[in-house]
DNA sequence: AGGTAATCGAGACGGTACGTCCGGTCTTAGA
DNA sequence: TCTAAGACCGGACGTACCGTCTCGATTACCT
């Protein structure tokens, strides 16, 4: 039985691989959304086109692997002080702090682009960039339940996007500034809503 | 000083502009936004590509022109029944649902991505048509904090982004359902977050 | 019986006129025929398109006109030494000098690129402009058929162009070059042809 | 030295090219070259704009192509019965011939109007389409010379033009018929002038 | 002298083609 | 077989002009 079989990836050139993600990296940070298209990355890269359609379905698909390899890169887990306040700031601001600079935000801005364009790539950014991060947070969450400082009834899916929802909010749509403290008001407000008084 | 000049907008035709603004209207609900090109709205319009140049500065000024139109129809202002709990069901739901819906939604679909490409493009979505209605919840917060519904020392910027935030979150990520039970939740957390019990 | 009536000559701006033609002759010496354009042609005059679309059908029109104009000026008449060669060397050594200079040719080439697109123009130019010219010489070969200085059997209008064709063939492909020289040698071969032996 | 490089021209498609001269002298002659543009060019030959340009200058260069393309099929020699006005009347003849049809002459209107515009142009035409036709005919006549058919002073450049130069003036301002006759004719009024008789 | 009709400058309009850019596929040569 | 390179078809881009049209504002005639 012949496979279907598309390339075989362990023929795969692991150096063109990485120069591509590499220059989609940084030719967004360089030029922007707009400016970022397969021939460019292409040419940066020093690779054929056909390279990268042979390995990725878009660009989406390209700065999708890029972001993945660099979150591989930095720890997913979440700090455990004891304190679920201060656990959250130490999420939350750099955070903030990354959608707040220009240039880390170009490849989250790009993403977030292809993911309202393209229904498939959603679930893929959901499911390989996203979940880990919220997992973290609910698990850490639920431990601060489990040591009665949250509320038992808060459903905790809808807690993370209490505090993720209003920061990707204010970074789209630009409605206020995106400083620490704004980071740590809204984890303010968040825990306020799960039932512990500010200190 | 030499006035900047550009077309004369008393000349403009107004059959035009609203042939043009229904067009694009009509093909981002039909076709989606990947497929919306000025060509195509030109074409459905019965107008010249000059003429859709000559008003707007690329797709993103038409949408939002279209948008802005369509929001100035409806009444922007909140309900006010007292009880800040109803009131803000009546705001989300409705928002919530049209999110929900695919082809309601391809506008909002192709705004946020303009929005995320064109800074100056996203002052204008955040000034013409988020501002009214973010400031019309937050006139009603305000009644609410006078009324005691509402914890005194609430920022209510934040306060509204509380509840837009994490909709507009899980329509992006599609983390999980846009339904009416998620809107009514999303209100009670955040009316939680406020200083307000559960009814 | 109401007239077909088009625009009524009497009310003609005659400032228009003079402006629309000046600037296409103008606009061809400055920047060539490529560049020649209706709307170059009006704001150069400050005149309104639609004054140049009311008296003329495009710009070849106008080109004819323009030349037309110019042509008046100049006496259409041949000289009569007696001597027939002195004569031709007479009327056709500053045609070939008017040829060889590119700025004073360019209406020649734009009306010729017209006259070769539109076959009524053709009529036109062949009758307002070159009828003349042909004719005279044509007068003046007839006059030397009678002095017996030109073969009794040659048809007139085709020594005429025996006279004019190498002329232009040369200049159109550029097969060699316009001088003066070039200019007395073709009337010494085509009178060669009419029975003329060299002086 | 860095190469100026442009396209590789060992990669080109052949059947492209085949497709666009083909494609081209059609619609030349169908409608005429007001009507020819690149679009319509592309579009019959199912090829992309950016195949034409990649290859071609413009238009002109284009139709300079066919043409070439057709002159190398057809014999670019001249007969040699050892009379020098049965074999004029040979090769001028068709040309009048050609000129005289609208659909036939129209590749070379559409070849004149460019060579007009386009100095460079002008050149390749005149070097890669007119010269092998003159050469042939002025070797002729110099065989002619040889045999004292034609007289020794007479200047063979300008015998040749003195042949084709009537024969374009009358096609491009319609001054007259372009019959057989007036083939035959320019022939005996160019013999004349080189120093044969009528027989 | 005032009314009125046409021309005028200006420029927006619906269109067409331009020449460029890029998407995604296919072909070639080399490793 | 995969790769770099890049030609290919297709199609949208944003611009330039086309020829038509709609505006006041002159301008010249005609009561």
Do not use: C, H
């Amino acid at each position: 039985m012949p496979s279907p079989s598309g390339p075989d990836p362990t023929r795969r050139s692991e150096r063109s691989r990485r120069a591509i993600l590499t220059a989609a990296v940084e030719l967004l940070g360089e030029t922007g959304y707009n400016e970022l298209t397969i021939e460019a990355i292409a040419a940066r890269a020093g690779v054929g086109k056909q390279t990268i359609y042979r390995w990725w379905s878009g660009k989406g698909a390209v700065i999708l692997d890029a972001l993945s390899d660099a979150a591989l890169a930095v720890d997913a887990s979440m700090p455990d002080t004891g304190d679920i306040r201060t656990d959250l700031y130490a999420i939350i601001r750099p955070t903030v702090a990354e959608l707040a600079d220009p240039r880390l935000s170009a490849t989250s801005r790009a993403l977030s682009i292809e993911t309202l364009s393209d229904e498939a790539l959603a679930e893929q950014v959901r499911d390989r960039l996203l979940r880990p991060q919220l997992d973290a947070v609910k698990d850490r969450l639920r431990a601060a339940q489990l040591a009665d400082q949250v509320r038992a009834d808060v459903d905790l899916d809808q807690a993370v996007e209490l505090l993720f929802g209003p920061m990707y909010y204010r970074w789209m749509f630009r409605t206020g500034p995106l400083s620490q403290e704004y980071a740590d008001d809204v984890v303010d407000l968040a825990l306020a809503a799960f039932g512990i008084a500010r200190a």
